[in-house]
Structure formats: structure tokens, C-alpha cells
């Protein structure tokens, strides 16, 4: 019994680090998206401007952990202690009966353990992925206004430096 816990054990934290690596990738390709958006709206005001290259959200998986702290075999007792021979088992069907309340008692601690599991991971995701959106904003605006500062080095003081300062204002109250 002991075995197949600690298999059910290593086999929830692989499940729960696949989820998280899914749950990154389809992360970057939103993050992707919005940087395509950024790309998209700053071309619209101002087509001269090349925003730098995507950078790939790179964080490291949260450790998972350890899955089914509270259980023991003292909770598998009674089921355990049911067992009335081989004959009874086999031929009566009683495994059944036991591996459904053994089911039902895993199933029990997997549930509490999976919930306590998605609240951790969404509070971290959510944490990074403001973290990482508000670093690609203020990125972009420090990126246009390093353009419109070098276009105005070299402009000097005319009409294109004021359609120019326009520009910077429209792309930071977007962006922002």
C-alpha cells in the first residue's frame, strides 16, 4: 500500500509540473499576442518606429508540493481489514468493492490537494504575469520615447518635432 502511494504521490507532482509547463507555454503565446498588438497599434501612429525583438517569458516552474501530505495507512484500515480470504476476493468480487473505496478515499485527498494546488499556481502566475506585462510596457514607452527623443535630436525645433511629441503622447496613453 505503501508502494502505491508514493506512485500516486509521484505521479500527481509529474501531472501537476506537465500542467504548469502547458499553462507557460500558452502564457508566452498570449504575451506573444500582445506584444504583436503593441507592434500592431504603435506601426498605426507612427510607421517609422520598430519595436525590439519578443523576449520569451523565462521563469522557472514553481515547485510543486508534496502531493498527499496527510494521508496514511490508517485511513485505508477498515477497507484493508475487510478482506475475508483469497476465494472472497476473487470469486466474489470483493476486490472491486475494495478498490472502490480505496478509489473513493484517494479520490478524496487528490480533490483537497488539487484545489490547494491551483490556488498556489494561480497566485504565482498571476503575480509573474503582471510583473512581465507591466516590465513589456514600460519597455515599449522607453523604447518610442528614446525614438522621438533621437528624431528630435536630429529634427531640431520644427512642425515634424511637434507631430512627433503627439505621437509620444497618443503611444504612452495607449499603451499605459
Known amino acids: 500500500m505503501l508502494e502505491l502511494l508514493d506512485m ?5 507532482q509529474e501531472e501537476i509540473r506537465a500542467i504548469c509547463l502547458r499553462l507557460e507555454n500558452y502564457l508566452n503565446e498570449m504575451l506573444f499576442d500582445l506584444y504583436q498588438s503593441f507592434v500592431e497599434i504603435i506601426h498605426e501612429i507612427e510607421p517609422q518606429f520598430v519595436l525590439g525583438s519578443f523576449d520569451r517569458w523565462d521563469i522557472t516552474t514553481p515547485e510543486v508540493s508534496r502531493p498527499l501530505p496527510g494521508i496514511s495507512l490508517l485511513v485505508f484500515k477498515d477497507t484493508l481489514g475487510s478482506y475475508r480470504g483469497t476465494k472472497a476476493f476473487f470469486v466474489h468480487h470483493e476486490r472491486d468493492l475494495m478498490r472502490d473505496k480505496i478509489y473513493d478515499i484517494i479520490a478524496k485527498e487528490i480533490e483537497s490537494f488539487g484545489e490547494n494546488e491551483m ?7 498571476k503575480e509573474i504575469g503582471h510583473s512581465y506585462v507591466g516590465r513589456m510596457i514600460r519597455n515599449t514607452i522607453q523604447e518610442f520615447e528614446n525614438y522621438v527623443d533621437q528624431n528630435l535630436t536630429v529634427l531640431g525645433e ?10 509620444k503622447v497618443k503611444i504612452s496613453a495607449l499603451l499605459s
Not at 490556488?119 to 502566475?125: A, H, P, Q, W
Open 8 to 12: 500516486l504521490r509521484y505521479e500527481l
Open 119 to 125: 490556488n498556489l499556481l494561480f497566485s504565482f502566475y
Open 158 to 167: 520644427n512642425n515634424q518635432s511637434a507631430l512627433l511629441m503627439q505621437k
